[in-house]
């Protein structure tokens, strides 16, 4: 990856999470979220996101993922305005899941954990 493309995979995370937290009023982004990361192709047509959402309702997590999507329009007409850069790719969201996968891990050592001082 050039230079360049990590200089602007790291603006556009900065200012995607920027917009979505401060200018976009979806009432369906009622979980907490972190932009984990952005990986432009090289041509600069699309950009994948890696969202992880903090909930433990699934239905109110999928709903802001669905938000974030639907931002992506206005998202990339604001960053067009503020990088000044001709082209400013698509971003194609994805859901990481990684914090789950791990959280479940970790409880389920703590319940192993537990079961064996309890024996003990």
Same mark, same amino acid.
């Given at each position: 990856?050039?230079?360049? *493309? !990590?200089?602007?995979?790291?603006?556009?995370?900065?200012?995607?999470? &920027? %917009?979505? =937290?401060? /200018? @976009?009023?979806?009432?369906?982004? *009622? !979980?907490?979220?972190?932009?984990?990361?952005?990986?432009?192709?090289? &041509? %600069?047509? =699309?950009? /994948? @996101?890696?969202?992880?959402?903090?909930?433990?309702?699934?239905?109110?997590?999928?709903?802001?993922?669905?938000?974030?999507?639907?931002?992506?329009?206005?998202?990339?007409?604001?960053?067009?305005?503020?990088?000044?850069?001709?082209?400013?790719?698509?971003?194609?969201?994805?859901?990481?899941?990684?914090?789950?996968?791990?959280?479940?891990?970790?409880?389920?050592?703590?319940?192993?954990?537990?079961?064996?001082?309890?024996?003990?």
């Amino acid at each position: 990856m050039s230079n360049r *493309t !990590e200089k602007l995979n790291s603006e556009f995370r900065k200012y995607i999470y &920027e %917009l979505l =937290t401060t /200018k @976009v009023k979806d009432p369906r982004i *009622t !979980e907490m979220f972190t932009i984990l990361s952005v990986n432009c192709d090289k &041509e %600069l047509s =699309t950009a /994948k @996101v890696y969202v992880s959402i903090f909930s433990t309702d699934a239905a109110k997590s999928a709903s802001t993922f669905e938000a974030l999507q639907a931002a992506e329009p206005f998202l990339r007409k604001q960053i067009s305005k503020l990088m000044h850069i001709r082209t400013v790719p698509q971003f194609r969201f994805i859901l990481d899941s990684t914090m789950a996968h791990s959280q479940k891990i970790n409880q389920i050592l703590n319940e192993i954990h537990k079961e064996t001082d309890d024996n003990n």
